[in-house]
């Protein structure tokens, strides 16, 4: 499911990139290995289809198979968008029965849920920031109390005391960098709503929780312990983002602080890391 890469401020009045959007101009080796690598399945199993068409030349074939990754890419998105959505209705107390093909991907969170959490402060919570005068927004999956005992990853450390966290879901395979990349700016964000939001506590740490779609059945953490490196990187690509974008943030200004749905552009269409 494409969604625009700005949001409304509206204490700005302004719009401002999402965190995802601005670490979209990093180069992602590992997302175009991966679609190069479906494209040349779909090219392989493909072309035995229609290998016996002979008015389909090797560009058409080649467009074909290209498209067929695109609309993989599409499903693959949506089926996140899916468990996310599940996962939000979990967390704030509405349990529903998950659909089949996310079935087996959020099975294992409800167990790990209830040993593990001891408060839910913010499901899905909206945070903005701003880094050298740059303004930017996002949206955080989770806020939490993780109880002591809990242990972050396989080589990860186990928790001695009752820790706020924040947490974002991923349904990927692996873990990549930029995951914490992005948790940094939502840290921030969520230290500035801490200061006028008194129910909202300060994070202690950030994690990214990853429910495999690929081989289900198991919650897996991984703590980001680098703040600086990782809040640095996505202040460079933030930087770069501006300068790419800011004649569009202008024209949107322009056309209408009202009807800011008309304004807003899809993002483009990026294999999704979660």
């Known amino acids: 499911m494409n969604q625009p890469d700005v949001v409304w401020n509206p204490t700005l009045g302004l719009y401002v990139p999402r965190v995802t959007s601005a670490l979209r101009v990093m180069d992602k080796y590992h997302l175009r290995r991966w679609y190069a690598t479906e494209a040349a399945i779909n090219g392989v199993l493909e072309g035995r289809s229609i290998a016996f068409d002979d008015e389909l030349d090797i560009d058409n074939r080649a467009k074909f198979c290209v498209e067929a990754v695109d609309q993989y890419v599409a499903e693959t998105a949506d089926f996140g968008t899916e468990v996310h959505q599940w996962l939000a209705a979990f967390n704030r107390g509405d349990e529903q029965i998950p659909s089949g093909r996310i079935a087996k991907v959020v099975a294992p969170w409800p167990a790990w849920f209830d040993k593990h959490v001891g408060r839910v402060y913010r499901v899905e919570q909206q945070v903005f ?11 955080l999956d989770l806020l939490v109390l993780l109880l002591a005992g809990t242990k972050l990853g396989h080589t990860g450390r186990t928790l001695e005391n009752d820790t706020v966290t924040i947490a974002d879901f991923k ?3 692996q873990y990549y960098d930029e995951m914490g990349y992005q948790l ?6 969520v230290c500035e709503l801490s200061r006028t939001a008194l129910d909202v506590p300060f994070p202690e740490i950030r994690i990214t929780v990853r429910l495999d779609r690929e081989k289900p059945g198991k ?6 312990l680098d703040y600086d490196n990782d809040l640095g990187m996505f202040r ?3 930087s770069i983002w ?11 200004v322009q056309s209408s602080s009202t009807q800011k749905e008309i304004a807003c552009l899809a993002s483009n269409s990026t294999p999704s890391t979660n």
């Open 171 to 173: 349904t990927s395979p």
């Open 219 to 224: 919650v897996y953490c991984k703590e980001w």
């Open 129 to 139: 920031g701003k880094i050298d005068g740059l303004h930017y927004g996002g949206t």
């Open 184 to 189: 940094a700016p939502y840290h921030r964000g």
């Open 242 to 252: 501006y300068r790419l974008n800011q004649h569009r943030l202008t024209d949107m």
């Open 236 to 238: 460079d690509c933030l």
